[in-house]
Nanobody
Framework: QLQLVESGGGVVQPGESLRLSCAAD????????IAWFRQAPGKEREGLSC????????NYSDSVNGRFTISKNDNDNTAQLVMNNLKSEDTAVYYC?????????????????????WGQGTQVTVSS
């Protein structure tokens, strides 16, 4: 069974950057689409972007487009989210999620309900 563990969160000032990592254990990401979501207190979960099992990248949410970049490394079975020019409104718990979409396909679901496996989340706080 696939297990996901996020890391890399922390407290930063506006304008700074963070790199989140999602380590996958138990299955190869070559069979899974990976997405990043976030949830701020009192707000609904927001999908940020996804990357398919063959490496195709889906659309970014408008709130992060141009600032965040999703990627994955099949050699070490990890996915990453690089976040630049962070703003206070980026403060949230960030989650990676995965769904089996088959070996090296271009499927990249955008709904949270499509994802089967979730990490525990990592807190990102942007504050001056």
């Amino acid at each position: 069974q696939l297990q996901l563990v996020e890391s890399g969160g922390g407290v930063v000032q506006p304008g700074e950057s963070l790199r989140l990592s999602c380590a996958a254990d138990g299955e190869l990401l070559l069979y899974y689409a990976i997405a990043w979501f976030r949830q701020a207190p009192g707000k609904e979960r927001e999908g940020l972007s996804c990357i398919s099992s063959n490496g195709d990248i889906g659309n970014y949410s408008d709130s992060v487009n141009g600032r965040f970049t999703i990627s994955k490394n099949d050699n070490d079975n990890t996915a990453q989210l690089v976040m630049n020019n962070l703003k206070s409104e980026d403060t949230a718990v960030y989650y990676c999620a995965a769904v089996d979409t088959g070996y090296r396909t271009s499927r990249c679901p955008d709904r949270a309900s499509s994802y089967t496996f979730w990490g525990q989340g990592t807190q990102v706080t942007v504050s001056s």
